[in-house]
């Protein structure tokens, strides 16, 4: 007798740079309004205040190298961002100690419903169906900090069909990496396997079908979506 009722859901498993082997997805947590340019282009004060945080599922993240149109939207935008996946986590972890629980870094994308989100917005509702849906998240093959040690800086770039859409820099995001952790784990539980997508500066704007996405992070590479 099988100890499921039914077959077990696939584990979402990610490509990593230099070995065959994938690093396992549990949690993803996305931050918002991360660099000012960008919450001013949102219509928000830039100032620091607390940050907020909402989720992609663990399948949401997809390494296929494409981004198929989703349904239910005339205005789905691009939002470049780094993910950091931890290797370990726990609870109230201390700045100083939050890079430690750090596996490494990926290219990513918070593909956005933006017209679902904007009503969601409207109405003080919960923002899934504008952010958490089928393949909303291409990622890039994972680069561990073995390799590429900690990013704190360096250009931030996405072109759509050539044309430079979104620039700035990781030093410019008002929550860093270690806060982010920090501050997560004050709320949450973190482990092994969670994903933090850490925010996007400004130029977000809409794409279609046909269009080809260009995302560059200095120390990880680029990477080209195609919109299918
Ligand atoms: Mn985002």
Redesign the pocket.
């Known amino acids: 007798m099988s100890a499921f009722t039914i077959d077990l859901p696939n584990t979402v498993a990610l490509p990593v740079v230099g070995t065959e082997a994938k690093f396992p997805v549990r949690r993803v947590y996305?931050?918002?309004r991360?660099y000012a340019a960008h919450a001013v282009e949102m219509g928000h004060d830039p100032d620091r205040e607390p940050p907020f945080f909402f989720q992609k599922n663990p399948d949401n993240l997809d390494a296929s190298g494409e981004f198929p149109y989703p349904p239910k939207t005339s205005d789905v935008h691009h939002?470049i961002?780094m993910a950091v996946m931890l290797k370990s986590g726990g609870d109230n972890i201390a700045i100083a100690d939050a890079l430690s629980h750090v596996y490494g870094y990926a290219l990513s994308l918070?593909m956005?419903r933006r017209d679902l989100q904007g009503e969601q917005k409207k109405m003080g509702r919960p923002w899934e169906i504008g952010?958490a849906f089928e393949r909303s998240a291409p990622v890039g093959v994972i680069h561990p900090v073995a390799e590429v040690g900690h990013l704190d800086q360096g250009r931030v770039e996405l072109k759509v069909n050539g044309e430079v859409k979104q620039e700035g820099d990781l030093n410019q995001m008002i929550w860093k990496v270690p806060e982010m952790i920090s501050y997560l784990s004050d709320y949450f539980t973190l482990a092994a396997g969670d994903v933090i997508?850490s925010?996007?500066p400004a130029g977000v704007g809409p794409v279609s079908k046909g269009d080809e996405m260009d995302v560059s992070i200095a120390g990880l590479g680029s990477m080209k979506v195609p919109v299918v």
Do not use: A, M
């Open positions: 996305c931050i918002g991360n939002e961002e918070d956005t952010k997508l925010g996007t």
